[in-house]
C-alpha cells in the first residue's frame, strides 16, 4: 500500500433504521475517504447520522450495504473476531464522555488497554506517561477521574484513545461537553497529538470554530456524505 493511499475508505455505505412504520435511510451510498495523516472534521445536525456514520467506519456496526475498508483491507465480509481484531489495532475512539474506569488513575487507565495489547507494564507505562505529556496533563497522572476537571478527563481520554498506536481516530464530539474555552485547549491538545504521531482523524463537532481548524470540512446529506 502507498503512503497516499486512504487509510480509511467509505464505499457505497448504506445504514437504514425501522422506526415505527418509517425506514430511515441515514446513509444511502455514502463515499468517503481519509488519507494518512489527515484531520477531517463531520459536521451536521444532531440526528444526521454522525454518530452511525463513525460506528461504521470504526466497525463497531456492519453497514446494510456498500463496504468499509480500513488500512486497504475490505472489511465488509471479515467475521466479527477478524473485525474485532482490526478495530482493536487500527481504530481509536473518543466519546463525548470520557468513559474513563472510575478506580484507576490516568495514568493506569491509558497503561491498561496496552496491557490486554500485550506490551510489558514498563513499556505501557513510558508510552503512558508520553502521551499524558504530549497532553499536557503530566502533573495530573495519579489522579482518578473524578479528581480531574472535565477538560483533564477529556485529554486522559483522547491518550488512552491512542495508546495502542492506531492508524485512525474516530471521535464523537470529543469537546461537545465542554464550555469554549476548555474545548478550545483540549482540542489543540488533540490536534498537537494527532500532527505529532501522523495518525488520520476524522471527529464529529458541532463546533465551527473548531471544525474550520481541521484539513477540511464535510456533512451529510442525503444520506451522503459531501463538502461542507
Ligand atoms: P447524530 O450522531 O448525527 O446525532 P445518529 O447517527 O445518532 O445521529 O442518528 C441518526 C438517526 O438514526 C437518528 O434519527 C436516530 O434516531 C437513528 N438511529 C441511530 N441508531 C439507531 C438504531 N440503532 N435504531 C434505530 N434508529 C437509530
Do not use: W
Amino acid at each position: 500500500m502507498m503512503a497516499s493511499d486512504p487509510v480509511l475508505q467509505l464505499q457505497r455505505v448504506e445504514r437504514r433504521f425501522r422506526q415505527g412504520t418509517k425506514t430511515l435511510s441515514i446513509l444511502d451510498g455514502a463515499d468517503f475517504a481519509l488519507r494518512r495523516g489527515e484531520m477531517v472534521a463531520l459536521v451536521a445536525p444532531s440526528g444526521a447520522g454522525k454518530s452511525t456514520l463513525l460506528h461504521l467506519a470504526g466497525l463497531l456496526e456492519r453497514p446494510d450495504a456498500g463496504d468499509v475498508v480500513l488500512n486497504g483491507q475490505s472489511c465488509g465480509k471479515l467475521s466479527d473476531d477478524a473485525r474485532t481484531a482490526i478495530r482493536r489495532n487500527d481504530v481509536g475512539f473518543v466519546y463525548q464522555f470520557h468513559h474513563l474506569l472510575p478506580e484507576f488513575s490516568a495514568l493506569e487507565n491509558i497503561v491498561l488497554p496496552q496491557l490486554v495489547h500485550g506490551l510489558a507494564r514498563q513499556e505501557a507505562e513510558h508510552r503512558a506517561t508520553q502521551l499524558l505529556d504530549y497532553m499536557k496533563i503530566a502533573k495530573r497522572a495519579g489522579h482518578r477521574p473524578a479528581e480531574l476537571s472535565g477538560g483533564e478527563q477529556q485529554r486522559v481520554a483522547i491518550a488512552r484513545a491512542v495508546a495502542n498506536a492506531p492508524l485512525v481516530l474516530l471521535a464523537d464530539e470529543p469537546t461537545g461537553n465542554l464550555d469554549p474555552v476548555t474545548a478550545g485547549y483540549v482540542f489543540e491538545a488533540l490536534e498537537a497529538l494527532v500532527r505529532h504521531s501522523g495518525l488520520s482523524a476524522l471527529i464529529a463537532t458541532h463546533n465551527h470554530e473548531l471544525a474550520g481548524r481541521m484539513d477540511r470540512k464535510v456533512t451529510l446529506t442525503d444520506g451522503k456524505i459531501i463538502p461542507a
